[in-house]
């Protein structure tokens, strides 16, 4: 999950005149859109893929379809490595090092703190010494499991490494776009020759960051004119992300080609635990959504951009064929709603100008989210754990909809307390 810094702390590359400084803003508002939109798409996705909101109860059909939750959290690998190249535009020197660290740690750790404590507070189980230890340490998944109450935080282990190895990067002018090869293919080959090379989990790692590193890349890439800001294309680029859990064409080709290439040897075997193999390769298929999404909401050029996002809208029409051949009443049930969102995206991206004012006004108000992206996305899931044992009805849509209604509220309510109220003190206590 990628932490939000205030607007205030993004400064945009030089490409955009000084002058334009309402502009950076309202660039710097946009992202924080994206940013909120796929928090609140993460929250969607637990609620019907784990069984704890009501255990009495689960979605079914259309309303069981879960949103691409992994797909948005890779996208929070990209934002992240996006903002710290826009706020370090400036290579890291031995005297700004101490200055990068205290911010992060600053920014991350007290929040992470109280959520990871309400997360043992709800916790049935209780833990042990080591398990709380390599959760404070951010080695969590790594170490030991991830706890079920703070699920979640497994991003964030991948994330703090990411920070750290970013001071290398930048002390050592390193290209992002140059690393991300070498990267991939150790994580490929650790993969091929388990355990030889490195643990299962290293394979993740090396995966989590290509998608990092991409973000680092994109925010070296030259801003678009704020005239070429287009609303239409976030909304579109937001519903084409909704889509993919069902029209990702990309996935489908690594699940032909893979078996035929490699005889599934990139293929993590189910022996290993999840959080051993929580990014496989398959989702290197989500890169160039991912990528693009941070794109279109930054206003960032990369090459050939218009022919890759055109390519993003058409490609995954071939899947009409894939639900045509095995069309089924139940299967398409659940089918639906990505069919909708992926026509609906097409048909906003194509022919939506009309509507670009209404879209604007939307991502004004998902930016608001987005300032307390973060939080919600660690508080909600001990919320979840704990609503479930609540005296509230349970075992039916109504009562779902009811503990969701909870769970929401609460969550945006105590992560606007973390982030808008105790994180700018905290922040003046170390200025």
Not at 202 to 211: K, Q, R, T
Not at 241 to 262: D, I, T, Y
Not at 308 to 337: C, D, G, H, M, Q
Not at 375 to 402: C, K, N, R
Request: some cysteine.
């Amino acid at each position: 999950m990628q932490t939000h810094d205030s607007v205030a702390d993004v400064t945009i590359t030089s490409q955009l005149p000084t002058t334009q400084g309402a502009d950076r803003r309202k660039i710097d508002l946009n992202i924080e859109a994206l940013r909120g939109l796929v928090a609140l798409f993460v929250v969607w996705g637990h609620f019907v893929a784990f069984r704890l909101l009501d255990p009495a109860f689960q979605p079914t059909g259309s309303w069981g379809v879960e949103p691409p939750a992994r797909l948005c959290v890779l996208i929070f690998f990209v934002l992240s490595g996006y903002v710290i190249g826009l706020t370090n535009k400036h290579p890291l020197e031995g005297a700004t090092i101490a200055g990068y660290i205290k911010k992060r740690v600053v920014r991350i750790y007290p929040i992470y703190l109280l959520c990871f404590a309400l997360a043992l507070w709800v916790a049935t189980p209780t833990y042990s010494g080591r398990v709380i230890l390599s959760h404070l340490l951010f080695v969590q998944g790594w170490v030991t499991k991830t706890i079920p109450e703070f699920g979640p935080s497994w991003s964030l282990a991948y994330e703090i490494l990411f920070y750290a190895l970013f001071i290398p990067v930048s002390l050592f002018r390193l290209d992002a776009k140059k690393l991300i090869w070498p990267v991939l293919v150790f994580g490929i080959a650790n993969t091929l020759f388990l355990p030889y090379l490195g643990p299962a989990v290293l394979s993740s790692i090396c995966f989590g960051y290509v998608f990092w590193l991409s973000g680092l890349w994109l925010a070296k890439n030259p801003s678009r004119d704020e005239a070429q800001i287009s609303y239409t294309d976030m909304m579109a680029m937001i519903l084409l992300v909704l889509s993919m859990g069902r029209f990702n064409v990309l996935a489908s080709v690594l699940s032909r080609v893979e078996p035929f290439m490699l005889a599934d040897a990139i293929a993590l075997p189910q022996a290993y635990v999840w959080n051993e193999r929580v990014i496989p390769f398959q989702e290197l298929s989500f890169l160039p959504i991912s990528l693009a999404a941070v794109a279109v909401f930054g206003n960032r050029s990369f090459p050939f951009r218009p022919w890759v996002i055109r390519l993003l809208f058409l490609v995954p029409a071939a899947s009409f064929l894939s639900i045509y051949r095995n069309f089924e009443p139940t299967l398409f049930a659940k089918e639906l709603p990505f069919v909708l969102f992926y026509l609906a995206s097409v048909t906003v991206f194509f022919f939506g100008r009309s509507l670009e004012n209404g879209f604007r006004r939307l991502m004004k108000a998902a930016a608001e989210t987005g300032k307390i992206s973060y939080a919600i996305y660690l508080i909600h899931f001990p919320l979840v754990s704990g609503v479930a044992w609540l005296p509230l009805p349970t075992g039916s849509a109504g009562s779902f909809l009811l503990r969701a209604a909870l769970c929401v509220t609460a969550s945006v309510a105590s992560a606007y307390v973390l982030e808008r109220v105790l994180q700018p003190r905290i922040k003046r206590l170390f200025d």
